[in-house]
């Protein structure tokens, strides 16, 4: 069995297999999309495969739309090649539920493939005539926080932003710059409305991708490239709604691969491309999945919501995603990911067997975060946290780990912790100094910058863009040895941009700084330290 049109010809060789397929006759889904396109996606990763063409085919497949979607890939385009055209824009979705249950999918809403490069010739000429169909409704995109940056580490333009600001839309490079030059074909057309909708796990992710459009916008009507009235289009004839997503989807693992091999699925291959994408023909996600969206559309919407997704207005958008990233998950799984690189774990469902990481993770979630929620209402913070840690963080068969999720942690602590510590600081009810877990994690995290576990074995740092500051001061450290801490720790402990707070001025520096000390004692204080405070 291999993963092509043909090869789906015969479906009863795949349903014998257990394999659901598509229900609706995909080659007039695929006509019908060629020649009417409502909905493109940018950015061919793993979460979009899983999550929204997933929902896509369950609409088509109950006959509630009749177009799927078109993908688009502005960064690898190897992804292009070695995950969608090689097997005929279909994929494998793998569920692996927590029960131990593999639900394995045929997914085919996918229509056609395209690379965002204005040097193809080929593609690009599809994806003008793409942004000039008046029926388009909405453009998506899964590009990570990072594709929407115009500036490096230093707030500089990068090279590509610049050139492009300089050159204009018709050869444009960077990836917003080739963007807003598509829109820019579409204003060029009777000035059509669109609604453009990151679906990025970062907040405000519409907001962020406004303002890399408009100023882009702003520049090339600064430097006589485009008409003036061009800003003004992209300022109010297209919509950036605010969302949430929430749904794992990890790199592709082997117990899949040899689950899949061992019913004769022979696409089982996973590559890494030039860019280091691991890119296969399947993509294993874990069931929960939430996304909810703002409910501004410039030019009619899709009935995602008669899929599970959840349209709402922005403040319940904005109250979702801080009680998810604040609160309910991604606090636990920083914690998870520093905690378990120290003692050495390879995956965060394995942790969940670890009496001490256990506590950890509840008692942030309950005993230090739920009295500060955000409650959006629409979902609720305690059942939430229930899932998180009853049943998405133990399954054994998501193989996450704490080396994956500690990349880039610098960039997360002070929206993952630092707006629960500034609500305890706002409110009289609360004292931020009666916090004990958030500073653990946070010593831990420092800890951790020593690249050296609990065992006294040195280890690889997860990639973040501030190690190169961050492990010369730590490497002045070792263990067994708490002379001058403070002033090493000092500079970053009262970094605003790192905690969202310096943790002194709230009165929780000397907290962290006496955690951390403790966790230096010797080997095996991590351990030691976490059964202190976790009472286990």
């Not at 300022?235 to 969302?243: D, V």
């Not at 959840?310 to 636990?332: A, Q, R, S, W």
């Not at 399954?395 to 630092?418: C, E, V, W, Y």
Request: proline residues 5%.
């Amino acid at each position: 069995m291999k993963l092509n049109n043909e090869s789906l010809k015969n479906k009863k060789q795949w349903k014998d297999r257990g394999f659901e397929l598509p229900e609706f006759d995909r080659e007039q889904m695929v006509k019908d999309t060629r020649n009417t396109p409502e909905w493109i996606h940018f950015g061919g990763g793993n979460i979009f495969r899983a999550f929204p063409a997933a929902v896509c085919q369950d609409l088509l497949n109950r006959g509630i739309i009749k177009t799927g979607i078109i993908v688009a890939e502005g960064y690898d385009y190897e992804i292009i090649e070695k995950s969608y055209k090689r097997f005929d824009d279909l994929s494998v979705l793998v569920t692996l539920k927590s029960d131990g249950q593999l639900v394995k999918k045929v997914i085919g809403s996918i229509t056609e493939s395209l690379c965002v490069d204005t040097n193809n010739t080929k593609d690009w000429t599809r994806l003008i005539d793409i942004f000039q169909t008046p029926g388009l409704k909405m453009v998506s995109f899964t590009i990570t926080e990072k594709g929407y940056s115009l500036v490096n580490e230093k707030g500089k333009y990068l090279p590509d932003v610049f050139n492009d600001f300089l050159m204009g839309p018709n050869k444009a490079i960077s990836y917003i710059g080739k963007l807003t030059a598509l829109c820019y074909k579409r204003y060029l057309k009777n000035r059509l409305p669109l609604t453009l909708v990151s679906m990025d796990n970062c907040s405000h992710n519409g907001t962020r991708l406004k303002e890399a459009v408009t100023t882009f916008a702003r520049v090339w009507v600064e430097n006589d490239l485009v008409e003036p009235e061009f800003l003004f289009y992209v300022n109010n004839e297209i919509s950036y709604p605010w969302s949430m997503i929430d749904k794992i989807t990890p790199r592709p693992a082997e117990s899949v691969i040899h689950m899949l091999e061992s019913i004769g699925f022979e696409d089982t291959t996973a590559v890494v491309t030039s860019k280091n994408t691991y890119v296969a023909s399947f993509v294993n996600a874990e069931e929960s999945q939430y996304l909810i969206i703002e409910d501004t559309f410039k030019n009619g919407r899709l009935p995602l919501d008669q899929g599970g997704i959840i349209y709402t207005d922005k403040e319940t958008v904005n109250k979702v995603e801080k009680m998810k990233v604040c609160t309910c998950l991604n606090p636990l799984h920083t914690a998870l990911a520093i905690f378990g690189c120290l003692l050495s774990y390879e995956k965060i469902s394995d942790e969940m067997k670890d009496t001490e990481l256990v506590a950890l993770v509840e008692k942030l979630g309950y005993v230090e975060g739920l009295p500060v929620v955000t409650d959006p209402e629409i979902i609720n913070p305690k059942d939430f946290i229930d899932e998180v840690v009853g049943v998405r963080l133990p399954n054994p068969f998501m193989p996450d780990t704490p080396q994956r999720i500690a990349t880039d942690t610098s960039q997360k602590l002070g929206i993952r912790f630092g707006e629960t510590m500034k609500a305890y600081a706002a409110n009289p009810q609360f004292h931020v100094t009666d916090l004990t877990f958030i500073p653990l994690v946070l010593a831990g995290w420092c800890r951790y910058l020593m690249a050296v576990d609990d065992n006294g074995n040195a280890f690889e740092l997860s990639p973040d863009p501030l190690l190169t500051s961050l492990t010369p001061i730590m490497s002045k450290i070792s263990l067994g040895k708490t002379e001058g801490v403070h002033n090493l720790l000092l500079d970053i402990l009262s970094n605003k941009e790192i905690f969202g707070v310096n943790l002194y001025d709230i009165g929780l520096g000397e907290k962290v700084e006496g955690i951390f000390k403790e966790l230096i004692r010797d080997i095996g204080a991590v351990r030691s330290t976490l059964r202190k405070y976790l009472n286990t």
